[in-house]
């Protein structure tokens, strides 16, 4: 009989202890989801000025510091544009939406009684049936209740965002302090570079992709007659940066609309497969052009993540769990310990991209950043 495989001790503590540790960092982040939320939203449009800033020094003659206060302008004004439209927007659909209430109600009973009829049920219920143990009041006002939380959620946002570009000053003070070595301070930038190049990248392909998918999928609305295609194309396009469910809910939103908006099946019938053919053709033509090496990541990663970040964060950790995973695996896969983490995250195996093919090699001690935003400047201090 073969032995069992022993493992020292200082093994298993330190398994232990990581656990432990593990489980603690996670119980902290859900207990204090009302202020890290705003903060992790505040650090991502920082990032997002600041890429913002070098593609306006770099098309324009600006300087530094005029190049920064408009990058910040455009970025707040869009941020705040954003939320003003999901709040009217949302307000405005459901209250046109009253005005053809009357005729929702039979359309649906006789969607009902068709699919009832392919299965061969005499006696179909009706929605009224369907609905009478739903408590609609209940939904209705825990909707109010997010709305509002919205509103004050910016409202957070924009003093962290504050907060945080002030302290940006001291910034490369503190990183010539940290690290008072210059190799150790040029490795440091390096693993920055890294995880601001990665958010970047993400933040990059999915906006570009997002903007190709809602203009077909707006002239296919407008064609078919979708009222309120506007609406919808905007929710196309902020889901597109929650994965997985963000194609499903661009694929299926619109034509279950209209089936109850058009007396006929066509007009859903066209929707669904035209929206199912414009998310093939770009999930898996364009996107994949674009993402290079951005987002090795490996899709079960990315599926354990937007579980993990949106049981914890709701609604924003959906949005911000690809972003999170990928500054995750830039973080861990520096460290010797922690990288065989990044290994398993990765999606090819490989952290980097100009890391040996075996994976017995040991990886060098300083490397060049794997993911790379739309334009990116080294910064030396």
């Known amino acids: 009989m073969k032995s069992p495989i022993a493992i ?31 903060l992790a939203m505040a650090i991502f449009l920082m990032i997002m000025i600041d890429g913002v800033k070098r593609v306006i020094e770099e098309h324009t003659t600006l300087p530094d510091h005029t190049a920064g206060i ?28 009253s005005g053809v209430s009357s005729g929702i109600g039979p359309r649906i009973d006789a969607i009902i009684a ?26 209705l006002t825990s909707l109010a209740f997010q709305m509002q939380g919205v509103a004050s959620g910016a409202f957070f946002v924009m003093v962290y965002l504050g907060f945080l570009l002030a302290s940006q000053a001291g910034f490369r003070r503190k990183i010539v302090a940290m690290f008072p070595h210059r190799e150790q301070r040029s490795e440091a930038l390096e693993v920055f570079q890294r995880v601001r190049g990665g958010v970047e990248g993400y933040l990059w392909v999915q906006a570009v992709t997002g903007v190709i998918i809602c203009a077909a999928a707006w002239i296919l609305m407008r064609v078919v007659g979708l009222e309120h295609a506007e609406f919808w194309t905007f929710i196309i ?5 929650i994965p997985v469910l963000g194609g499903a809910v661009a694929g299926l939103a619109p034509p279950l609309f209209a089936l109850v908006q058009f007396p006929t099946y ?7 497969v035209g929206l199912q053919i414009i998310l093939f053709v770009v999930g898996n033509l364009v996107q994949p052009r674009m993402q290079g090496d ?13 579980a993990l970040w949106g049981k914890m964060w709701g609604v924003v950790g959906m949005f911000l769990s690809t972003p999170l995973l990928v500054m995750a695996m830039a973080i861990l896969a520096e460290f010797k310990g922690s990288r065989w983490i990044a290994v398993l995250l990765s999606g090819n195996g490989r952290p980097y991209e100009d890391e040996d093919q075996d994976p017995h090699h040991a990886p060098p001690a300083r490397r060049p950043a794997r993911v790379k935003p739309p334009r990116q400047q080294a910064a030396e201090p």
């Open 294 to 306: 951005n987002q090795n990541v490996d899709p079960v990663a990315v599926l354990l993540a937007l």
């Open 266 to 272: 066509w007009p859903a019938l066209i929707l669904l």
């Open 70 to 97: 408009a990058a910040l302008s455009l970025v707040v004004v869009a941020f705040f544009g954003i939320i003003a439209f999901i709040v009217n927007g949302a307000a405005g659909f459901f209250t046109d939406m």
């Open 8 to 38: 020292p001790t200082s093994t298993v503590a330190r398994n232990a202890l990581v656990t432990l540790a593990v489980v603690a960092v996670g119980a902290a982040l859900y207990w204090l989801r009302d202020i890290l939320t705003p």
């Open 237 to 241: 396009f902020i889901v597109g940066f």
């Open 114 to 139: 068709d699919g009832a009829g392919l299965f061969g049920m005499e006696a179909a219920p009706t929605a009224a049936d369907l609905i009478a143990g739903v408590d609609l009041r209940g939904y």
